[in-house]
């Protein structure tokens, strides 16, 4: 199956700094991300919905200039949490489909703490 | 719109229990369902699928049928592991929209 990754796995940072998050698609090339956050022992938030060179879908509530997300590329998405504070602090999961397909691959999710 | 409605948990079984999660669905059109497995401090991991009425997915022992009459998506195994420990959720797509629908998630903890 489609592998989807996201580096780092696991981040800390200080309150007020600024977090870069990366998913890629490793063996397909993919036209849409998602991007969601999940609470502890909740379901899955879903962020923004991003398309390889445009701008980002963002859920309402959403905060778009504090959640940056780019897509420059068909296998790269980016998901930048500016002045972080520990409110922020969640699990962070992407998740990536090619074209024509229906189906999403979820990357392994990276666990963020603000301190 | 879509929504997901999922059994609350947590659920705790006994090794070789049977399993059932139940899930029902809203949907406009003919949606896709899902099943997916989030094991502890790991992403979600498509467990089975199916895309259209009647159809049965199945995968490591797990089983749904999409049961259009009752919108309906019922999870089952006939004997669960430990290893079957996790969070399932139930989720679909439909029509044009890409996004996935959620559930709430069903804590699953199976004891030796």
């Known amino acids: 199956g489609a592998v989807v990754s996201q580096h780092p796995s696991r981040v800390i940072c200080k309150s007020g700094t600024s977090v870069k998050i990366e998913c890629r698609s490793l063996d397909f090339q993919a036209t849409t991300m998602f991007w969601y956050r999940q609470f502890p022992k909740q379901s899955l938030m879903l962020m923004a919905t991003?398309?390889?060179?445009?701008?980002?879908?963002?859920e309402q509530g959403v905060e778009k200039d504090k959640f940056l997300i780019n897509h420059a590329s068909l296998t790269l998405s980016t998901l930048t949490v500016t002045s972080a504070h520990p409110e922020d602090s969640s699990f962070y999961i992407c998740?990536?489909?090619?074209?024509?397909?229906?189906?999403?691959?979820f990357g392994p999710g990276t666990r963020l703490t603000v301190t | 719109g879509n929504s997901v409605t999922q059994m609350e948990g947590p659920v705790t079984l006994s090794e070789e229990a049977f399993l059932t999660i139940n899930c029902t669905y809203t949907a406009t059109g003919y949606p896709s369902l899902f099943w997916y497995v989030q094991y502890p401090g790991e992403g979600l991991q498509l467990l089975l699928k199916?895309?259209?009425?009647?159809d049965k997915g199945s995968n490591k022992g797990f089983e749904a049928t999409y049961r259009k009459e009752t919108t309906s998506f019922h999870l089952e195994k006939g004997s669960v592991q430990v290893s079957d420990s996790a969070v399932y959720f139930c989720?679909?797509?439909?029509?044009?929209?890409?996004?996935?629908?959620f559930g709430s998630g069903t804590q699953l903890t199976v004891l030796p």
């Open positions: 989720a679909l797509t439909s029509g044009s929209a890409r996004q996935l629908t």
């Open positions: 998740s990536a489909k090619g074209d024509s397909a229906y189906e999403q691959y």
């Open positions: 199916a895309t259209k009425a009647d």
């Open positions: 991003s398309n390889e060179g445009s701008k980002a879908t963002y």
